[in-house]
């Protein structure tokens, strides 16, 4: 097997194509987030960014992007973003990971959402974790006839309730592929003020997150095209989601709604109004993600495995760094696996971000801000 580094800045159309022609030989790889195209629009806006090809006889056969610290540690291609995280390999192809990190000049290769069909990486897998996916099918009538047949325990209360806010707000229009950019500025500034609400970080806080998800508004390839589906009452959107999209996996990525419309429970509708538009565009899964989440529970169809740890060759920095991230990931995946621990940090989070929502809106958390 020969190994060679290249940049992602400047991919030549031929390692493109080969890498979309294994995307395609293995139903594994058919995730937008393991993509060519997702993988340059990361290199744009972070530091660091390589690809690993790996060559059989002279011909690519396997892709791993991946982004490098000056110490030698990496990671998975937008860790912390990326919900899918693999190297892509064309059938029958097998590697050495300590062979593979050193031509990377890599001590430490971290991921938290790798396929599980990577053999090479199982020993190095801390954990597995479920990744809840609808299939989807397309409708032969309309979006009521196909919620009814699809998801009849969720039908009437959903139906009902989209009248309501019919009624309430406006007519609603659902649009699967909404190409108006300002409408994406409101997804963003819902999806920051939940963040802050809930205690969490937010992402839409990061210049670079926000300059990569305008960049893949605009991507529309094959293999990956950025998906804005919007629920609008009347001229109003209430709800709104960002993801990527193949020709047969949409990920479910950002979603978000407008709080004002909590009541009608929009982020349920947006769900599945998209599942039903992206069945109809031949889309054959939806891929919800890793995470537990009561939405996740209901609309499933079956689960898939990702696997979560640190692939590591004897060098003192990768001592160091799984003594450091492994106790932080070991106490996350025990809160998040235990409803008593994860239900209460969920509170103590909201609590937090409550408090700094007041700070931020009174005359004293403003002053605050300014400094």
């Known amino acids: 097997m020969d190994i060679t580094i290249h940049g992602l800045d400047a991919l030549s159309d031929s390692l493109r194509s080969a890498w979309h022609r294994a995307m395609g030989e293995s139903p594994e790889y058919a995730n937008p987030f393991l993509a060519p195209e997702f993988a340059e629009a990361v290199a744009k806006f972070r530091g660091g960014a390589h690809l690993a090809v790996l060559r059989e006889n002279g011909q690519p056969v396997g892709f791993l992007p991946f982004e490098r610290t000056p110490f030698g540690v990496g990671r998975a291609i ?81 139906l009902k309730k989209e009248r309501r806010l019919g009624r309430d707000v406006g007519e609603l229009r659902f649009v699967y592929d909404e190409r108006d950019p300002r409408v994406l500025r409101t997804l963003m500034r819902w999806k920051s003020a939940q963040y802050r609400r809930t205690g969490r970080m937010d992402r839409f806080a990061r210049p670079w997150i926000v300059g990569l998800v305008d960049h893949l508004f605009q991507v529309r390839e094959e293999h990956l095209t950025g998906v804005l589906s919007v629920l609008y009452a009347g001229d109003r959107p209430v709800a ?132």
């Not at 912390?80 to 001590?107: F, I, M, N, Y």
């Not at 989807?136 to 039908?155: E, K």
């Not at 106490?331 to 969920?346: E, I, M, S």
């Open 78 to 158: 937008g860790l912390g973003l990326s919900d899918c995280q693999a190297l892509v390999h064309r059938p029958g192809v097998v590697w050495d990971t300590e062979d593979l990190l050193k031509a990377c000049h890599l001590s430490v290769f971290e991921f938290d959402h790798l396929v599980e069909e990577q053999k090479p990486f199982s020993g190095y897998v801390t954990g597995t974790f479920a990744s809840p996916v609808l299939d989807l099918t397309a409708g032969d009538g309309s979006y009521p006839q196909w919620l009814r047949g699809t998801y009849p325990g969720l039908a009437k209360t959903t």
């Open 240 to 371: 709104a989601h960002f993801g990527p999209a193949s020709r047969t996996v949409f990920a479910a990525w950002f979603t978000a709604y407008d709080p004002e419309f909590g009541y009608y429970s929009p982020g349920m509708m947006m769900h599945l109004r998209m599942a039903e538009a992206a069945g109809r565009q031949g889309v054959r899964i939806m891929d919800m993600g890793r995470g537990e989440k009561e939405y996740k529970d209901r609309l499933k169809t079956r689960e898939l495995r990702v696997g979560e740890g640190f692939a590591t060759r004897p060098h003192p920095v990768a001592a160091v760094h799984r003594m450091w991230r492994r106790p932080v990931r070991g106490l996350r995946n025990t809160v998040l696996a235990h409803p008593g621990l994860r239900d209460p940090a969920d509170r103590l989070l909201k609590a937090v971000g409550t408090l700094r929502t007041s700070s931020r809106t009174s005359p004293a958390g403003d002053a605050r801000g300014m400094r």
